[in-house]
C-alpha cells in the first residue's frame, strides 16, 4: 500500500494533468436506535470521515485512487455493529474505495484494481451537488471488488464488465463481509448505463462464486435495473425507481460441522431448533424494489432538496449489499425484510457547503438462518436476540473542497 501511495505522489510532482480534491467531509450524529428485543435503547454515535479523490491521465492511461478514513465515538461507548456482520466496526479505519489503472484502446478500455461500487446509481440524489462515484446500482452490491474489467463506451451509452474479488488482494477494503467468505470468492458483472433526453437506465448483472474458508457454499445471482427521470436543471423533480431479482443456490451441506465448530454452536441446539439452520442443496429466489423523488426548491431565498426513498423485499432475497460504514444511507441493506423508508432535507449553503438531516426506518420481520443468511425466518422464532426495527437520525454537515 505504501509502494502504491509513493507511485500517486511522484505522479502527481511529475504530471500537468494531475488534478487532486478531497471529495468530502461528513459529521454525522445518530439518534433514537430503538431495538425492540432489547427494550428502549439510545445512543448518541458522533461520526467523521474524509475521502480523497485522485486522478491521473497521461496519453491514455488513467490511474485512480480514493483513499477513505473515518472514526466515530458514542454517548454509551457500545461499538457499531452491522447486522449482517458478527465483529463490530473499528472506532477508526483507512481503506481504499478504490485504486485502479485502465488505458484506453482503439474502441475500449481495460484495466485493474480496486472498483468503487458503493455511493452508486441512484444515491447521488441524497447529495446536495449530485456527486456519484460508484458502478452499478447501489442496492444490487456497495462492496468494492478487486477486478479485471473492459470499459466500452458510445454517444448514448457506457457499459463496464469483468470479474472481481472481495478478499484484500492489493489493498485493504474496509470491514464490510466476514473474512471467512472472501477467500476464493469471485463476482462476475456486466453493467451498462443508457440515457436518452432525461431518462437514465441503468441495467446490471453480477453471479457470484461464494465459498466458506474456500470451500464453495452457495452461488448468487442477481440482475436489476434502475430508471431515472431527471428534470432538476428545469422543474428540480427528479424521480426514480429500481427493480431487481435474485436466484440463491445453496450448496452448504459438506460445510455444516465447519461452520459450526466456527460459531461453537453443539449439534443438539440444531436439533431442538432445526428451523434456525439451513444447510442444503436447495435454491431460493428473492426480489427487492426501490422508489424514490428528489425536489429542489427555494424557500426564503435559501436553496434546499428533499428526498424520500421507499424499499421493499419479497422472499429470499439476496445482494451485495452489506451496509458500508461510509455511505450516509444505509436504507438499502440485504437482510431488510420487508420495508424501509428513508427521508431527507438538505439546506445547500453554496456550492461547497450543504446541512441536512435524514429519518431512515428499517423492518427486521425476518431473520436470516445460520448457513444461508438469505433463507430468513420470522424474527420473533430466531434462535438468537435480534432487530426487529430501528431507526436513524442523522445531522449531516457536508464540505467538499
Known amino acids: 500500500m505504501k509502494i502504491l501511495l509513493m507511485l500517486l505522489m511522484y505522479l502527481s510532482l511529475q504530471a500537468d494533468g494531475f488534478n487532486y480534491s478531497f471529495n468530502s467531509i461528513s459529521y454525522i450524529g445518530i439518534f433514537g436506535l430503538n431495538v425492540i428485543d432489547y427494550g428502549e435503547y439510545k445512543d448518541t454515535v458522533y461520526y467523521s470521515s474524509i475521502q480523497a479523490n485522485l486522478d491521473y491521465d497521461y496519453k491514455g492511461i488513467h490511474i485512480q485512487a480514493t483513499p477513505f478514513a473515518y472514526g466515530y465515538d458514542s454517548t454509551l461507548g457500545v461499538p457499531l455493529q452491522n447486522p449482517n456482520l458478527y465483529e463490530p466496526y473499528d472506532n477508526t479505519e483507512i481503506f481504499f474505495r478504490s485504486l485502479y489503472i485502465s488505458i484506453d484502446l482503439d474502441y475500449l478500455t481495460i484495466g485493474a484494481g480496486v472498483l468503487p461500487f458503493s ?22 452490491n456497495d462492496s468494492s471488488l478487486t477486478s479485471v474489467f473492459g470499459l466500452v463506451s458510445t454517444e448514448n451509452s457506457r457499459t463496464i464488465f469483468g470479474v472481481g474479488t472481495l478478499d484484500d488482494i492489493l ?18 458483472f456486466f453493467i451498462n448505463e443508457y440515457k436518452w433526453d432525461k431518462f437514465i437506465l441503468t441495467s446490471q448483472i453480477m453471479w457470484n462464486y461464494m465459498t466458506y474458508y474456500g470451500d464453495h457454499i452457495t452461488s448468487v445471482g442477481i440482475a436489476g435495473s434502475n430508471l431515472v427521470w431527471d428534470d432538476s436543471d428545469e422543474s428540480g423533480l427528479s424521480l426514480y425507481g429500481s427493480l431487481a431479482a435474485s436466484i440463491y443456490d445453496n450448496n452448504n451441506k459438506s460445510s455444516k460441522e465447519k461452520i459450526l465448530d466456527e460459531y461453537e454452536i453443539p449439534g443438539y441446539v440444531v436439533d431442538m431448533y432445526p428451523d434456525n439452520f439451513t444447510f442444503d442443496n436447495k435454491t431460493y429466489y428473492g426480489a427487492s424494489s426501490l422508489l424514490g423523488l428528489r425536489q429542489d426548491f427555494d424557500f426564503r431565498k435559501k436553496e434546499f432538496f ?26 438499502q441493506m440485504f437482510n431488510i425484510r420487508n420495508n424501509s423508508y428513508f427521508a431527507n432535507l438538505t439546506y445547500v449553503i453554496d456550492s461547497s457547503n450543504s446541512l441536512g438531516v435524514s429519518y431512515t426506518y428499517m423492518q427486521f420481520e425476518e431473520s436470516g438462518t445460520i448457513g444461508a443468511p438469505a433463507v430468513t425466518i420470522p424474527t420473533k422464532d430466531y434462535l438468537g436476540i435480534q432487530l426487529v426495527d430501528f431507526t436513524i437520525t442523522r445531522f449531516i454537515y457536508r464540505l467538499n473542497f
Open 119 to 140: 455511493n452508486s446509481t441512484p444515491t447521488k440524489y441524497s447529495t446536495a451537488n449530485y456527486i456519484q462515484d460508484g458502478e452499478g446500482i447501489n442496492m444490487i
Open 171 to 188: 489493498v485493504p477494503l474496509g470491514t464490510y463481509l466476514d473474512e471467512s467468505l472472501t477467500e476464493g470468492q469471485y463476482t462476475i
Open 306 to 331: 428533499i428526498n424520500i426513498e421507499w424499499f421493499h423485499t419479497y422472499g429470499d432475497w439476496s445482494s451485495g449489499n452489506q451496509g458500508n460504514m461510509y455511505n450516509t444511507k444505509n436504507n
